[in-house]
C-alpha cells in the first residue's frame, strides 16, 4: 500500500452513509462529483470515470455488463446521470475484431454509436476504450497536477517507480484512441497486482472492483505524489527563484486594465473575443521567475492543457522594474504579429494533407512579469477555463522542473492531437453562438428597471454585462438574481458615480481587467424630478445637469477613449425620455437636461462614425412598473402636476398615448437591444421613442 501523511494531502470524502443505498451508476456519479470538486484532482472538463453494471437488456430481458462512463464534453465536478454514455461490454469487445491497426483508429469512433446500450443518446468519447479494455469495474483517469508531474519529466518512468513501487506502473505517451486502450488492457494482463499506471505527459489512470475502492485509490496516489513533492522540494527555491517582485495589487490591475483592450484589438479580427486576468499567487510565482520565461516556451505536456492554451503562451514585454505600459503597448502589435507568423509556421511543418484548415493562429495566454496571466477566448468561460488550465500547467512545470527536468509535448503530437479530425468534428457540432456572443455591455442605473430589463435582454442574448450604479443594495440585489439566471461568467458589478470623473474611470478600468473591454455603452442612470420654474432651487437644477448631461458627458467619454484604444469600434445607447423632444409642465430641470443628452448623442455620432463607433438613443416615456424614479416623491409630483391621484397616473398616461397602451421596462429593453447589436449595423444619431405614440413627440 501506498504511505501518506498529513501534509498537504486531498480529504477522503467518501461518505459511506450517503453511497451505502445507492445504485451502482449512482455511486459512480457520487465518486465523479467528489473527484470533480477538487481542481488538483482533475480539471474542469478534463478526466473520465467509468463503472461497469449488469443491466437488464431491453432487447433480451437478460442480464448484460454494460459501461457507464463520461460523455463527451462532460466535466465530472458537475455531471448527473444523463451525462454518461452507456455501451454494451460484449459489443465493446467484439471491436478488437474490426481494428485494422493503428492508422486506422479513428475509424473505432464511428462503431461506437452501434454499441448503445438502450438508445442513450449521450455520445461516447474517445477515451470510452481506454475504460472499457481496462479489467475492473471501475476506474478513473484523473489529471492531478502532482501526477502529471512526475509524467512530465525527464525520467517519469524511473520517478513512478520510486514514488509509487510497484502499485502504480507507467506507459509512454500514446494519444487517447482505441490503441492506448489496447495497451492498458495489455498492462492489466501483465500486472495484475497494480492499481493504476501513470501515461507519460497525460495523467492517471486507476481501477478497483468497487467504487469506494477506486475512489480511496485514486485520492491515495495523488497523495502519495503530493507528500513526494512535498518532502523532495522543501526549502528549494521554485522555478529557479525569483527574478524580480509582483507590483502591487492596484498597480497589477492597472497595467492589467491598460493592456487587455489593446490586445483584445488585435486578436478580434475574426471573432470578438473575451478576456480573463489571474494575478494569483501560482500564476505571479511563475510570472516573477527566473525560469518563467524559458519553461513557457517548451511548451505543455497534457493534452487536456494546450487544447485550451495552444501549446505555448506569449510573453509580454514588460519590465515590472521599470513599470511602462506605454512601452509595451507600443510593442505589442509587434509581438503579436510574431506570434501569428510563428504558429502559422507550427502548421505549415506540422500538417497532414487531410488536415482541417489553420484556426485562430492568435495566442490564447498571455503572461506579463510582475503582473500576472491574460486569457483570451471566444466567452469568458473558456478564458478562465483556459486560465485554470494554464494554472495547471504551472503547477506541473513547477513540479517537474524542481524533481527532474520537464519536458513538453513533442511539436507533431501536440499538433495532432489539436488538428485531430475527432476534434474538429467536435468544434463542427457546436451550437450557432447567440447574436451577442464575444460583446460586452456596461448598463449604468443597472439596478434599475429598465437598466435591469437592457441587462436582462444583453444576456440572453449572449453578452457579458457590467452592472453599474450607485446603490449598492440594488445593485448587489439584481447582480445576484441576474447571476443566478445567467451564471458567474456573464455578470459583474461595479459600485459607479457617473458624476464623479475618477469613480468613472475606475469603473471601466475594472469591467476591462474583467472582461478584456468593452462593445456596448448603455447610458441609463438617471433622476426625475418635479417642480414649477420659481420653486426649483440651483440644487434641484444642477442635480438634473449632473445626472442626466455631465453624468452622460462622463461616461461617453470614458467609453469612447476606450473604443478607440481598442480599434474595434463601439455602441453607444442613450437612455433619454420624451421629454427630451416634448415639453412637460412643472419639469424644466429634468427636460432640458434630456434635451442635452439627444443633442450630446447627436454631436457623438458625428465624431464616432469614422470610426465605426454608433451612437443612438432611446426615448421611454410613462415607464412606471419597476422603475426607481417613480417609486419617490417624482410619481406624486407629476400626479400633482395632473391634478389627479397617483392610482390614476398609470391609466391617465396609457389613455393620453395615441396607442392606448402602457409601457414597460422589457419594451425599453428590446429597443436599445435593436440599436446595440447588428440588426442596427447602418443607423447612427438616430431615435427611437417608445412611448406608445405622442405626436408632439415625433422626431420629424
Not at 480573463?276 to 527566473?290: N, R
Not at 453624468?551 to 461617453?556: A, D, E, K, N, T
Request: charged content about 25%.
Amino acid at each position: 500500500m501506498l504511505e501518506t501523511s498529513a501534509a498537504s494531502r486531498l480529504a477522503n470524502l467518501w461518505d459511506d452513509a450517503k453511497a451505502t443505498s445507492m445504485s451502482e451508476p449512482e455511486r459512480l456519479l457520487y465518486r465523479s462529483n467528489l473527484l470533480g470538486s477538487d481542481k488538483r484532482i482533475t480539471n474542469y472538463g478534463g478526466g473520465n470515470t467509468s463503472a461497469k453494471v449488469m443491466e437488464k437488456d431491453p432487447l433480451t430481458g437478460e442480464a448484460t455488463e454494460v459501461l457507464w462512463v463520461k460523455g463527451s464534453g462532460g466535466d465530472v465536478g458537475t455531471i448527473r446521470l444523463d451525462g454518461f454514455a452507456t455501451l454494451y461490454m460484449d459489443k465493446l469487445a467484439a471491436l478488437k475484431g474490426l481494428y485494422r491497426g493503428l492508422e486506422h483508429e479513428d475509424e473505432m469512433v464511428g462503431y461506437l454509436p452501434h454499441c448503445t446500450f438502450d438508445l442513450n443518446p449521450r455520445a461516447a468519447s474517445i477515451d470510452t476504450p481506454l475504460h472499457a479494455f481496462v479489467s475492473h469495474k471501475h476506474v478513473d483517469h484523473m489529471h492531478p497536477d502532482a501526477v502529471i508531474a512526475i509524467a512530465a519529466s525527464k525520467d517519469s518512468k524511473a520517478l513512478t517507480a520510486e514514488i509509487f513501487g510497484g502499485e502504480i506502473g507507467w506507459l509512454p505517451w500514446k494519444r487517447p484512441g482505441f490503441e492506448l486502450g489496447l495497451w492498458l488492457a495489455r498492462f492489466c494482463k501483465e500486472n495484475p497486482q497494480a492499481k493504476g499506471v501513470v501515461l507519460e505527459s497525460h495523467g492517471l489512470f486507476t481501477w478497483a472492483d468497487t467504487a469506494r475502492e477506486c475512489y480511496e485509490t485514486t485520492i491515495r496516489t495523488i497523495n502519495r505524489a503530493i507528500e513526494w513533492f512535498d518532502e523532495q522540494t522543501r526549502g528549494k527555491p521554485a522555478l529557479g527563484g525569483e527574478k524580480h517582485a509582483p507590483l502591487a495589487a492596484e498597480e497589477r490591475h492597472a497595467i492589467a486594465a491598460r493592456l487587455m483592450p489593446s490586445i483584445r484589438g488585435m486578436i478580434s479580427d475574426s471573432e470578438l473575443k473575451v478576456g480573463h486576468f489571474d494575478d494569483s499567487d501560482a500564476v505571479l510565482e511563475f510570472v516573477c521567475s527566473k525560469e518563467m520565461e524559458a519553461l513557457a516556451s517548451l511548451g505543455t505536456s497534457c493534452p487536456d492543457h494546450f487544447l485550451r492554451t495552444k501549446i505555448r503562451p506569449l510573453v509580454v514585454d514588460f519590465d515590472p522594474t521599470r513599470p511602462d505600459a506605454e512601452k509595451t503597448l507600443a510593442g505589442l502589435p509587434a509581438a503579436v504579429e510574431r506570434y501569428r507568423n510563428s504558429y502559422v509556421a507550427y502548421y505549415e511543418r506540422c500538417r497532414h494533407a487531410d488536415s482541417p484548415a489553420m484556426r485562430d493562429p492568435n495566442a490564447v495566454v498571455y503572461l506579463v512579469p510582475g503582473v500576472g496571466m491574460i486569457t483570451f477566448a471566444r466567452d469568458k468561460a473558456t478564458a478562465r477555463i483556459s486560465a485554470e488550465f494554464y494554472v495547471n500547467a504551472i503547477n506541473v512545470m513547477r513540479g517537474a522542473s524542481a524533481v527532474s527536468t520537464y519536458v513538453g509535448l513533442p511539436e507533431q503530437e501536440a499538433f495532432d492531437i489539436e488538428y485531430w479530425l475527432l476534434e474538429e468534428a467536435k468544434l463542427q457540432r457546436m451550437p450557432k453562438r447567440k447574436p451577442l456572443a464575444g460583446r460586452v455591455a456596461l448598463v449604468t442605473g443597472g439596478a434599475g428597471g429598465i437598466g435591469r430589463a437592457t441587462a436582462e435582454k444583453l444576456l440572453r442574448e449572449g453578452a457579458c454585462v457590467v452592472l453599474a450604479d450607485i446603490d449598492v443594495e440594488s445593485l448587489r440585489a439584481v447582480d445576484a438574481a441576474l447571476t443566478s439566471d445567467h451564471g458567474r461568467d456573464f455578470v459583474r458589478q461595479v459600485v459607479l458615480d457617473v458624476t464623479d470623473e475618477q469613480r468613472v474611470a475606475n469603473g471601466f478600468a475594472e469591467a476591462c481587467v474583467e472582461f478584456g473591454g468593452l462593445d456596448i455603452l448603455v447610458s441609463n442612470a438617471g433622476l426625475a424630478s418635479s417642480a414649477p420654474i420659481e420653486e426649483t432651487t440651483l440644487a434641484l437644477w444642477n442635480r438634473n445637469m449632473d445626472i442626466l448631461a455631465t453624468g452622460y458627458f462622463l461616461v461617453s467619454r470614458e467609453a469612447f477613449r476606450l473604443f478607440r484604444h481598442q480599434k474595434l469600434g463601439g455602441n453607444v445607447v442613450f437612455v433619454a425620455s420624451k421629454n427630451g423632444l416634448a415639453a412637460s409642465p412643472n419639469a424644466s430641470a429634468y427636460c432640458t437636461a434630456k434635451a442635452a443628452e439627444i443633442h450630446l448623442a447627436r454631436c457623438l455620432a458625428l465624431e464616432g462614425a469614422g470610426e465605426q463607433i454608433r451612437v443612438n438613443v432611446v426615448n421611454p416615456d410613462a415607464v412606471l412598473r419597476g422603475s426607481r424614479i417613480w417609486a419617490g416623491e417624482w410619481k406624486e409630483q407629476r400626479a400633482a402636476a395632473y391634478n389627479m391621484s397617483v392610482d390614476d397616473l398609470e391609466a391617465h398616461y396609457r389613455e393620453r398615448s395615441m396607442l392606448k397602451r402602457s409601457v414597460f421596462p422589457e419594451d425599453i429593453a428590446e429597443a436599445i437591444y435593436f440599436f446595440a447589436s447588428d440588426m442596427s449595423a447602418k443607423s447612427t444619431g438616430n431615435i427611437v421613442n417608445v412611448d406608445a405614440g405622442n405626436a408632439q413627440a415625433f422626431t420629424r
